[in-house]
């Protein structure tokens, strides 16, 4: 089993619709949470990181985690075209871990 | 502007043709990695370095050499590459291999073996 589990999609919402994107994890050590965000022909980037159990709230964008159930969640409301793009979720375990990603979620957001 | 560069963007080549990706960032870092990413398996990590003369094997290094002789620079080797290692191929630096750290991502070089 990978430690990082995501459903590939492809998800397609209306424009301004709320998404729900979501990972589960199998590594209890697991203390760092992030989403990451790649535009098509691009290399990823960093949308959001959050530590151990909790929410995080960046504009149109929130993280969740929730460590008693290892889900890891990414909220996009009023979701736009621009939106459009593949949603990684990645964690680790503390300073001498390297990162797991999860396979990505492909969100298309029509107008 | 800070940045992680890749060269060649794009690479068409043949098996068994020693390839070499170069990979330079300009943030003083001293962690980076290379990836592979592959429909349906995501992004896998293929060897790190955590400083200069350090590096270390990631979840596929099969196939693959490194080597970091000055912090900017993390090439990846392809000695004798085979098409199963058709793919596209991200490095990535961060301050250090911390977890709360930024990892910046390259803009990719893809890969095909003949």
């Known amino acids: 089993q990978k430690e990082v589990e995501q459903d590939p999609g492809p998800l397609s919402v209306p424009e301004g619709a709320i998404v729900s994107l979501n990972c589960t994890y199998s590594?209890?050590?697991?203390?760092?949470f992030m989403w990451y965000r790649q535009y098509s022909r691009k290399g990823p980037e960093l949308l959001m990181y959050?530590?151990?159990?909790g929410n995080k709230e960046d504009g149109r964008f929130t993280a969740q985690v929730d460590k008693s159930s290892k889900y890891i969640s990414l909220f996009i409301r009023d979701s736009q075209p621009s939106d459009s793009a593949t949603y990684l979720c990645a964690a680790n375990g503390g300073s001498q871990g390297n990162l797991i990603f999860g396979k990505g979620t492909k969100l298309s957001v029509k107008p | 502007e800070a940045q992680v560069t890749q060269n060649p963007r794009y690479l068409i080549t043949v098996t068994g043709k020693k390839l070499t990706v170069t990979c330079s960032q300009n943030m003083n870092h001293e962690y980076m990695s290379w990836y592979r990413q592959d429909p349906g398996l995501g992004l896998r990590q293929i060897y790190y370095s955590m400083n200069v003369e350090v590096t270390d094997k990631g979840d596929v290094p099969e196939g693959y050499k490194v080597s970091r002789k000055e912090k900017r620079n993390f090439p990846l080797i392809l000695e004798s590459p085979s098409p199963n290692q058709t793919s596209l191929y991200f490095c990535a630096s961060s301050l250090y291999r911390g977890s709360r750290e930024t990892q910046y991502f390259g803009p990719g070089t893809r890969l095909l073996v003949l």
């Open positions: 959050t530590y151990s159990s």
């Open positions: 590594n209890s050590a697991f203390q760092y």
